[in-house]
């Protein structure tokens, strides 16, 4: 086996086959419910069978090899790809022609402080000047180099074609503009995914309302302020980003079509398009995912017309979902105290009493089966407030107040009670006890419950003091 490994490693033919079987594996789409390989070979009863025999054993291990081999080769040639788009760029810059060629009738004095001028010249606000040393710069030159399969040439083409878009569409100066007040609602960062990137969330049934569609699409120039809205939002998720080693340099995005018109809006239809080749264009792997969530059938169609305009990298970075797995496909990516509670999470706006930094925990309760959930307190007045939330709803809940002195009587919060929505209650603490939630799963399914809870020191409720007087 070392034979033939080092008599492949020194054909150039092998080589070259290797380096394009490489370029097809990485550019091969991951589905959201795709095992990994090592998933997929993992000791299962089937794989531990002792009667394989050695010709099968030794195809899985050449096999192995033959994939380390072309990975290895596969950051050797990223690297020098790298190396040579630093060159190129350095070189344009320095030679003043990055942004195109000089004007031939400028003096000398305008010639030079152009090189100046451009020797600062930054992107998201990282230098491209690769001699400044900055960390910042590689990340932002990378992300050329994978939407365009690491070919230099054409990563240069598109970080000139975007420099010189930015430049026309004056994207320097738009977050000091005030575009579309109307329309907030559709579009809003919100907190962080479980990676630290920063959430966007485009919720398109806030358009069924005409009105609020009139003004943001009522004419040609309200379509241009909306597509130029949607370019702010952009650069102000980009704003929130850190491009440096183990920084987070890109977004997650969510759009929810709940509720949509969207077959009967063609200039919402028509702005979508074009602000989704500006992003493909002139913000390279600046977006993570985009997770479309409660779309009906005709938005797949839509979007089966609208991937022809998409590169291979940026069909990959759809994810799609059933309005049944909303909550779940959300919370592989975004933490319960991350995830709006509308989407089945725990987070509320203007919320005072719990922030993103409370954790929630997680109880699996089996099929036919009741689960408890204690808050224990373990000396009086304090208000304990609590939040909860169930993964497909569908189970039934009661709370109560149990008190450690056994004379005491228990106190019934809430009966037994459908679940059908995030609950939020509190409890004035007299005396050191516990609050107990039951819940009973009547269905054949796992359900997973999250929960948070923190206990606050407050006065005394106003009927427990008249009751002492």
Same mark, same amino acid.
């Given at each position: 086996?070392?034979?033939?490994?080092?008599?492949?490693?020194?054909?150039?033919?092998?080589?070259?086959?290797?380096?394009?079987?490489?370029?097809?594996?990485?550019?091969?789409?991951?589905?959201?419910?795709?095992?990994?390989?090592?998933?997929?070979?993992? *000791?299962?009863?089937?794989?531990?069978?002792?009667?394989?025999?050695?010709?099968?054993?030794?195809?899985?291990?050449? !096999?192995?090899?033959?994939?380390?081999?072309?990975?290895?080769?596969?950051?050797?040639?990223?690297?020098?790809?790298?190396?040579?788009?630093?060159?190129?760029?350095?070189?344009? =810059?320095?030679?003043?022609?990055?942004?195109?060629?000089?004007?031939? $009738?400028?003096?000398?004095?305008?010639?030079?402080?152009?090189?100046?001028?451009?020797?600062? =010249?930054?992107?998201?606000?990282?230098?491209?000047?690769?001699?400044?040393?900055?960390?910042?710069?590689?990340?932002?030159?990378?992300?050329?180099?994978?939407?365009?399969?690491?070919?230099?040439?054409?990563?240069?083409?598109?970080?000139?074609?975007?420099?010189?878009?930015?430049?026309?569409?004056?994207?320097? !100066?738009?977050?000091?503009?005030?575009?579309?007040?109307?329309?907030?609602?559709?579009?809003?960062?919100?907190?962080?995914?479980?990676?630290?990137?920063?959430?966007? $969330?485009?919720?398109?049934?806030?358009?069924?309302?005409?009105?609020?569609?009139?003004?943001?699409?009522?004419?040609?120039?309200?379509?241009? *302020?909306?597509?130029?809205?949607?370019?702010?939002?952009?650069?102000?998720? =980009?704003?929130?980003?850190?491009?440096?080693?183990?920084?987070?340099?890109?977004?997650?995005?969510?759009?929810?079509?709940?509720?949509?018109?969207?077959?009967?809006?063609?200039?919402?239809?028509?702005?979508?398009?074009?602000?989704?080749?500006?992003?493909?264009?002139?913000?390279?792997e600046l977006i993570h995912k985009i997770i479309v969530i409660n779309a009906p059938l005709w938005y797949y169609v839509v979007h089966m017309l609208?991937?022809?305009?998409?590169?291979?990298?940026?069909?990959?970075?759809?994810?799609?979902?059933?309005?049944?797995?909303?909550?779940?496909?959300?919370?592989?990516?975004?933490?319960?105290?991350?995830?709006?509670?509308?989407?089945?999470?725990?987070?509320?706006?203007?919320?005072?009493?719990?922030?993103?930094?409370?954790?929630?925990?997680?109880?699996?309760?089996?099929?036919?089966?009741?689960?408890?959930?204690?808050?224990?307190?373990?000396?009086?007045?304090?208000?304990?407030?609590? *939040?909860?939330?169930?993964?497909?709803?569908?189970?039934? $809940?009661?709370?109560?107040? =149990?008190?450690?002195?056994? !004379?005491?009587?228990?106190?019934?919060?809430?009966?037994?009670?459908?679940?059908?929505?995030?609950?939020?209650?509190?409890?004035?603490?007299?005396?050191?006890?516990?609050?107990?939630?039951?819940?009973?799963?009547?269905?054949?399914?796992?359900?997973?419950?999250?929960?948070?809870?923190?206990?606050?020191?407050?006065?005394?409720?106003?009927?427990?003091?008249?009751?002492?007087?």
């Amino acid at each position: 086996m070392a034979k033939k490994n080092e008599e492949t490693k020194n054909d150039p033919d092998h080589d070259k086959e290797d380096g394009n079987n490489n370029n097809q594996n990485e550019q091969r789409p991951h589905d959201q419910n795709e095992t990994t390989d090592d998933e997929d070979h993992q *000791d299962s009863p089937e794989n531990q069978n002792d009667s394989d025999d050695d010709v099968d054993f030794e195809s899985v291990i050449q !096999g192995e090899e033959e994939l380390i081999t072309p990975y290895v080769e596969m950051n050797r040639k990223k690297k020098k790809a790298l190396l040579e788009f630093r060159c190129r760029v350095e070189d344009s =810059i320095l030679g003043n022609y990055l942004l195109g060629k000089p004007n031939q $009738y400028l003096s000398r004095t305008e010639i030079l402080k152009q090189k100046e001028i451009l020797r600062e =010249i930054t992107l998201w606000g990282v230098p491209l000047l690769p001699s400044k040393g900055d960390e910042g710069t590689d990340i932002v030159l990378l992300k050329f180099l994978r939407a365009r399969d690491f070919k230099v040439h054409e990563a240069f083409q598109m970080l000139r074609r975007t420099l010189e878009w930015r430049k026309v569409y004056k994207t320097d !100066g738009i977050l000091e503009e005030e575009l579309c007040p109307d329309v907030g609602k559709v579009l809003c960062l919100n907190s962080r995914d479980r990676e630290g990137r920063p959430l966007c $969330y485009s919720v398109y049934g806030a358009f069924r309302d005409r009105e609020v569609y009139k003004r943001a699409f009522g004419s040609e120039e309200k379509c241009d *302020d909306f597509l130029r809205w949607r370019i702010q939002c952009m650069e102000k998720g =980009i704003k929130e980003l850190e491009f440096k080693n183990g920084g987070v340099d890109s977004t997650l995005q969510i759009s929810d079509f709940k509720n949509s018109p969207w077959p009967l809006m063609k200039e919402l239809r028509s702005v979508s398009k074009k602000a989704m080749v500006l992003f493909q264009e002139n913000y390279p792997e600046l977006i993570h995912k985009i997770i479309v969530i409660n779309a009906p059938l005709w938005y797949y169609v839509v979007h089966m017309l609208r991937s022809r305009f998409l590169t291979h990298n940026s069909k990959r970075k759809f994810v799609f979902t059933r309005a049944t797995k909303v909550t779940q496909t959300l919370l592989k990516y975004i933490a319960a105290e991350s995830l709006p509670i509308q989407y089945g999470g725990l987070n509320r706006e203007n919320d005072d009493e719990f922030s993103p930094l409370d954790e929630a925990s997680e109880l699996k309760i089996k099929g036919n089966s009741t689960a408890y959930i204690e808050f224990p307190v373990s000396e009086a007045g304090f208000t304990m407030v609590w *939040d909860l939330s169930v993964v497909g709803w569908d189970v039934s $809940y009661k709370e109560e107040f =149990i008190p450690d002195d056994e !004379g005491s009587y228990k106190i019934l919060l809430q009966n037994q009670k459908r679940m059908g929505d995030n609950v939020r209650n509190s409890f004035y603490i007299s005396e050191p006890g516990k609050v107990l939630i039951t819940i009973d799963n009547g269905t054949f399914k796992k359900k997973r419950v999250l929960y948070r809870f923190k206990a606050r020191p407050c006065t005394v409720p106003m009927y427990i003091f008249l009751k002492k007087q």
